[in-house]
């Protein structure tokens, strides 16, 4: 579908089998290196300025072992009311996130980054897309968790999984809801030359 101009390659900075997949669908080969950076939110810092700057600071911590390639990284998180819900400590923190959620509108916002730093090129943009989770029992949230597959996902559910079930509207990108607005990001590839 698209090609990788030559002389260049692609590193995804990231370990999620999520993102792998979806940046697949883009038909190119690149490598995955997950970065290794603290990914704690500060202090009254905005859920838009966290994703930005951690999807810019994973890209640069692979970027500096391989200045030549281009790097895509990205962050997703769970925005209510303004809050990031990140993923649940346990599953009594998952049964609260699940039961907030619920009969409610909230925001999936990615940041993501394109870095090629021996060229001196950073691209960054954030993504947001709206999701309405259907109203559900306390013993529906319980069987759910019991499935562990909350466990480890921002928001506490996986929109591609077992939780899809919940998801009863989406306004916007559903690949932004996985983990990696693919549109945007082939958009951005396109825009810089990297791929035609």
């Given at each position: 579908m ?13 370990e ?8 697949r ?44 390639k ?20 346990n599953e ?17 916002m990615?940041?993501f ?7 001196g090129i950073?691209y ?25 597959e ?25 690949a ?6 693919i549109?945007?990001?082939a958009?951005a590839?396109?825009s810089?030359g990297?791929l035609?």
């Amino acid at each position: 579908m698209f090609h990788v101009k030559e002389g260049d390659s692609i590193i995804l900075a990231s370990e999620s089998p999520r993102r792998v997949d979806i940046l697949r669908s883009l038909g190119v080969s690149f490598s995955i290196i997950p970065p290794s950076i603290n990914e704690r939110q500060k202090k009254d810092e905005s859920p838009k300025d966290y994703v930005s700057r951690v999807s810019f600071e994973k890209a640069i911590s692979v970027g500096e072992h391989f200045p030549e390639k281009w790097i895509v990284a990205a962050d997703t998180v769970v925005v209510y009311k303004n809050r990031i819900m990140g993923k649940p400590k346990n599953e009594k923190d998952a049964f609260r996130m699940l039961k907030t959620l619920g009969g409610r509108w909230h925001k999936v916002m990615t940041g993501f980054c394109v870095v090629n730093i021996s060229k001196g090129i950073t691209y960054r943009d954030i993504v947001e897309t709206k999701v309405f989770l259907r109203d559900m029992s306390d013993d529906e949230i319980l069987r759910y968790i019991n499935t562990s597959e909350p466990l480890g996902k921002a928001g506490s559910y996986a929109v591609q999984g077992k939780g899809g079930c919940m998801v009863k509207e989406i306004k916007g990108s559903y690949a932004n809801v996985v983990g990696l607005p693919i549109c945007e990001v082939a958009e951005a590839l396109l825009s810089l030359g990297v791929l035609s």
